[in-house]
């Protein structure tokens, strides 16, 4: 990216594992010389005025996936009725919240407790039993640059690509929501899989 940007002045961004945060901004600073490392925590930290102005020299920030990919906490949705306890029901069509038992083809009630570990779908309607809370300090570092900050960033590392299988991950989400904001990617990886 050094060299592609042939002296001109760029700013990169690279996605990195929680573990190598560190060692990305070490390792930039030893390589390049007068590069302005920095490593993003959080969103906040992006809707600095700096990244709204052109760039100074050779900057490079480092975004740990789960910073890229945090998003706000959310809270299972789905009524209860006090004469028909150990029911959910869903708030859009009323009907009992069920999940298809594979083996007997029957729908099977889930319990309000289990609504509250992980998020769920009505078989009726298909309506979320599950909203976001409005705690707006976790928003997605990586849906802020593809909202907010379009083409702010010339390139985009990412680290151990092969970590971001699967399209409904959260991960491989922020990656596709970093790789539409920024003009080039590279992907590296020691695994081939």
Known sequence: AHQHARDKSYRGLVMVPP???SKWRRE????????RVSIIR???ELRSPHFREKPQGAEWYVIKQSAA?????????????????????????????????????RDI??????LAKRKHFCESCSDALWTFTHDHDCWPAATYINKHLRYAFDYLVVDEVHQMKGE???????MGQLISAC??????????R
Do not use: M
Not at 28 to 35: F, G, L, M, Q, W
Not at 109 to 114: A, K
Not at 168 to 174: E, G, M
Not at 183 to 192: D, E, M, Q, S
């Open 28 to 35: 930039v600073a030893e390589t390049i010389p007068d590069a």
């Open 168 to 174: 409904s991950t959260a991960r491989a989400n922020a």
């Open 109 to 114: 009630p889930i319990h309000p407790d289990t």
């Open 19 to 21: 573990h190598l945060g």
């Open 42 to 44: 959080n969103y906040r």
């Open 69 to 105: 990919k945090t998003a706000p906490p959310w809270r299972a949705a789905f009524l209860t009725k006090p004469n028909k306890p150990g029911l959910a029901f869903c708030p859009r069509c009323g009907e009992t919240v069920t999940k298809r038992d594979a083996e007997t083809k």
């Open 183 to 192: 003009n080039y990617t590279i992907a590296l990886t020691g695994t081939l």
